[in-house]
């Protein structure tokens, strides 16, 4: 019997963690964040995604012990309301640091690492990329970086047989967020304000990532938007 192909997921907060769990027994699943997860010692690396020799590190040894990655799903970063006017260096640094150096960081990886014929690069941005976010300055332009990096590579990086897929979520209920949500969705999980009706779970976006994974061919370069119309500015 063959073994299952490898993913890498990386973060392992609401998100990552579903992503995870939709994937594995399909995928033997090998996790990256720099929280610990003790429950799956030698599949998880604690790693900040920000430093690269600690994650080249990590990646070679989760190649040495699971093979290289058929599929690779960025679910980290940090969402924040850092603004331009009021946030120090080290604010600028985190939000930029979370959101974007550690994407590029684990593409170079990525990209270094033997990999099977083809690699499908799932890369999580946000719908916050296409609007603009006053509240969330920092954070959305690093998201709109992030998809701006998903365009330019798909093309560049076909020949070596990566694809590479933005997904741009609106609101996602995670724990992080729960009481956020709460306030701003008196009515959660339903939302009457956008024409899908209702918020996406972590299960659903997981679902869809996971679906994506056999289209990778064709859509590679694309950005699709999966926050049930909230960015369209439709006319109520
Ligand atoms: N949930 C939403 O509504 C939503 C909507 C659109 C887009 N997104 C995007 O989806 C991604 C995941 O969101 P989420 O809701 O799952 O967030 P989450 O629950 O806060 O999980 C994010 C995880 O990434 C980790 N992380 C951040 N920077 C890291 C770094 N440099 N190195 C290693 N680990 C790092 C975090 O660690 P710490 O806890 O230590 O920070 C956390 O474990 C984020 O990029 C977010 O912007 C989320």
Avoid at 108 to 118: E, G, I, K, L, S
């Amino acid at each position: 019997m063959t073994a299952p192909p490898t993913a890498w997921v990386f973060g392992t907060g609401g998100i990552g963690a579903a992503v995870r769990d939709r994937l594995t027994g399909e995928y033997r699943t090998v996790t990256f964040d720099r929280a610990d997860d003790p429950g799956r010692a030698g599949a998880h690396h604690r790693v900040d995604l920000r430093d690269r020799a600690a994650l080249a590190t990590a990646a070679r040894d989760a190649v040495l012990r699971w093979g290289p990655p058929a599929v690779v799903v960025l679910a980290f970063g940090t969402v924040s309301p850092a603004t331009v006017e009021d946030a120090g260096p080290e604010d600028v640094d985190r939000v930029v640091g979370d959101n974007f150096v550690g994407c590029v960081n684990v593409l170079h990886v990525v990209h270094r690492t033997p990999r099977p014929d083809t690699c499908a690069c799932l890369v999580v941005s946000s719908n916050a990329a296409q609007v603009a976010r006053p509240g969330q300055p920092l954070y959305a332009a690093t998201k709109a970086a992030v998809a701006s990096l998903v365009r330019s590579l798909a093309p560049a990086w076909a020949p070596d047989g990566v694809r590479l897929v933005g997904v741009l979520p609106g609101t996602v209920t995670v724990s992080r967020n729960e009481e956020r949500v709460r306030r701003q969705y008196p009515h959660a999980p339903a939302d009457p304000a956008r024409p899908g009706g209702r918020l996406v779970t972590p299960g659903e976006l997981a679902d869809f990532l996971a679906g994506l994974v056999p289209h990778a061919h064709h859509l590679t370069g694309q950005l699709l938007t999966y926050d049930g119309g909230s960015t369209l500015g439709a006319a109520r």
